[in-house]
């Protein structure tokens, strides 16, 4: 397929890494100054030759990459990492300081990647190779980094995962958010939360979402997908998202039945929803960004601790 290619601000290139062929699904920006290059959110190694292709049609490799920036370790966000390290190995590569273990050692998440995906591993996501500790920057909300003289903010945004962090770019106002925004397909109406086992936290999420809004920024980057505006609306919309998914599971909880029944039958009703408000085309892009029944199982899991 023809690399998808967007400028979205100053300096800043959205790329579409078309997971599985398919657009509008997972989005890596790249980030320039002075001369330097970074990436937010690389995507999945199974996605690699896409990007490759991408920075080439911009006359590039990624032996131009200064750095990676993370906003966590889940597979779709960080997958690739490692792999463009072994062909950059100058690359600095930043990440919350829970995520620097599975960055230096991803055995632990590759063995829950295949309980969870099995065979399809390999084709959904692909390897997830190690980062030297050298060449990794530990962060933990607070920091400013510099990329040329471009400022990025950088503060903890935990929710989706323990380990989720978001950047601001001063110079655009853009806000780089990776699931902490939930699912919007290229600024849709349709807006919903990811919400895959372990470290799903509603109440952390909503907390993470008021730093980001007090941060004021002009749009948001979202891995799955592009930008989306106006921010205040937007995530008044994923949080009642956040209360509809939690009214449904929660009733689904207190009914007959195990929880592979209860997750099958959301699937069909988040299904109907979705194509509801975005269409039946677009509906498995939706399914395909928010691996709807993982979603059920991280946030039935949230629910039970929680009451």
Request: charged share 25%; net charge neutral; glycine share 6%.
């Amino acid at each position: 397929m023809k690399p998808e290619i967007k400028q979205i601000a100053s300096q800043s290139t959205l790329i579409d890494l078309q997971h599985l062929d398919r657009t509008e699904v997972i989005a890596t920006c790249l980030l320039e100054n002075d001369g330097r290059f970074a990436l937010l959110d690389p995507g999945p190694e199974s996605c690699l030759e896409n990007l490759t292709k991408s920075l080439d049609s911009l006359g590039l490799t990624v032996k131009n990459l200064d750095m990676i920036l993370l906003t966590h370790i889940h597979l779709d966000h960080a997958g690739s990492t490692g792999a463009i390290f072994r062909q950059n190995p100058t690359l600095k590569v930043y990440v919350h300081e829970k995520g620097t273990p599975h960055l230096t050692d991803p055995s632990r998440l590759m063995k829950s990647a295949v309980r969870v995906f099995g065979s399809e591993l390999k084709k959904l996501w692909g390897d997830f190779q190690s980062v030297p500790a050298n060449h990794i920057t530990s962060l933990r909300g607070g920091e400013t980094l510099l990329l040329g003289r471009r400022k990025l903010n950088v503060i903890h945004t935990p929710g989706h995962a323990s380990h989720h962090i978001s950047y601001l770019d001063e110079s655009t106002g853009v806000a780089f958010v990776g699931d902490t925004a939930g699912i919007r397909l290229s600024n849709r109406d349709c807006i919903l939360p990811v919400t895959p086992p372990p470290e799903i936290d509603l109440d952390l999420w909503k907390e993470s979402i008021q730093k980001i809004q007090k941060w004021e920024p002009e749009l948001l980057f979202l891995t799955h997908f592009g930008v989306a505006s106006p921010v205040k609306d937007h995530f008044d919309s994923l949080i009642e998202s956040f209360h509809k998914w939690s009214d449904k599971i929660r009733r689904q909880l207190s009914e007959p039945g195990d929880d592979e029944q209860h997750a099958c039958e959301f699937l069909s009703w988040l299904r109907k929803d979705v194509v509801k408000q975005a269409g039946e085309s677009q509906a498995i892009r939706y399914e395909t960004a928010i691996a709807s029944k993982m979603s059920w199982f991280g946030l039935a899991r949230y629910l039970r601790k929680k009451d």
